[in-house]
């Protein structure tokens, strides 16, 4: 027995450095580079059967390898990157380990058709790796029962059994660390590139999604250029406290008529740019809602006095391949314009444009 849990408490070690590395850096480069595609998890899932495989045969020379060893790396892969880990993983270490003692064979089967079944009605947590494990071993040692009694594996069977709960709860608890650390830089990093009164991204940010959009945008898109007509007198008449409300408040007009897959941030004081990843027949009206729906929305008053914001809009659609500042310029040319011509209005650029040549030309 001493001989026993010697080996075991080794092989659970290896297994355990093996599982966590095979998580923790994977994980934390997905986290940090924000690269989750699907053929990532599938290599994933394949190095971590390959984990699973290789702690099952360091295990088997002595019989001391423990079965929720042999399982996590494909295991926790599932919990961390979901189910083309879980399917990859399963079959890559079946492979290898499948046919080499039948205890494992209807212990694995039962447990990743226990985890499977959990999963597909969203329980995820480690509450149900526990009772999957629980399942598939109460299973593997009925099916086993003759077997155990006549050899009197019973007191060893139950040994590792509970060595194999107990391992569980470590990793679990070690990556929950890990999961920690990576939120904590992720909070940090979001912190950075996010505007602290509106919510939306700040100046740094919207410089940076610009230069990815040009560089990998190969459909056009529009920006928006929008400001909250006569600020000044608003700061003025309901002071600074009152004037950060009405942009806080038209931010979240903002991102209420925009989609998922557009942008906005807070390019300075009271102005907003927005880009909206489609033409400039769809984006207009879109320009012309958020207009509206701030001018019925949004009015500041204190005591007798009360004023209702507008806003000013200044459009511009950026082709591929022409540099974006160029686009973020015409946007805050029309902007321009929107304002001089009376403010509370939107104005395309490529509008003023077609104007000019007809002036051009001699056009009324």
Not at 221 to 244: A, E, Q, W
Request: hydrophobic share 45%.
């Amino acid at each position: 027995m001493m001989f026993f849990l010697e080996e075991t408490l080794i092989n659970t070690l290896v297994g355990m450095c093996i599982t966590y590395t095979c998580i923790s850096i994977p994980f934390l480069y997905v986290k940090f580079t924000q690269k989750n595609s699907l053929l990532v998890k599938c290599g994933l899932g394949v190095l971590f059967g390959l984990a699973s495989a290789y702690i099952f045969q360091e295990g088997s020379v002595n019989h001391a390898s423990l079965y929720s060893v042999i399982i996590a790396p494909v295991t926790f892969g599932f919990i961390f990157y979901g189910y083309p880990v879980l399917i990859l993983g399963f079959i890559t270490s079946t492979l290898f380990i499948f046919g080499k003692t039948s205890y494992y064979d209807v212990f694995s089967i039962i447990y990743f058709i226990c985890l499977t079944g959990f999963s597909l009605t969203h329980r995820k947590g480690m509450m149900f790796v526990i009772l999957s494990y629980s399942i598939a071993q109460s299973i593997n040692l009925l099916s086993h029962i003759s077997a155990l009694h006549d050899n009197g594996y019973w007191e060893l069977a139950i040994v590792k059994t509970l060595m194999s709960l107990v391992f569980l709860m470590v990793l679990y608890f070690s990556f929950g660390k890990l999961t920690d650390l990576s939120t904590s830089k992720n909070y940090f990093k979001k912190a950075s590139e996010t505007d602290p009164l509106t919510g939306v991204s700040n100046r740094r940010s919207i410089d940076l999604y610009l230069k990815e959009a040009e560089e990998n945008s190969s459909s056009n898109f529009c920006v928006f250029m929008l400001d909250i007509d006569n600020f000044k007198s608003i700061n003025d008449n309901f002071g600074h406290p009152f004037g950060d409300e009405i942009i806080s408040t038209v931010a979240k007009i903002i991102k209420k008529n925009i989609r998922g897959n557009d942008f906005v941030g807070r390019y300075g004081g009271e102005e907003f740019l927005i880009v909206l990843n489609s033409g400039l027949v769809n984006a207009l009206p879109v320009a012309e809602k958020m207009r509206l729906k701030i001018q019925e929305h949004v009015s500041a008053s204190q005591g007798p006095d009360s004023v209702r914001i507008t806003v000013s809009v200044g459009v511009a659609e950026h082709a591929p391949g022409s540099p974006v500042n160029g686009t973020v310029a015409n946007a805050d040319s029309a902007l321009y314009q929107a304002k001089t011509r009376g403010k509370n209005r939107v104005i395309a650029w490529e509008t003023l444009q077609d104007a000019d040549e007809g002036n051009v030309r001699g056009e009324p």
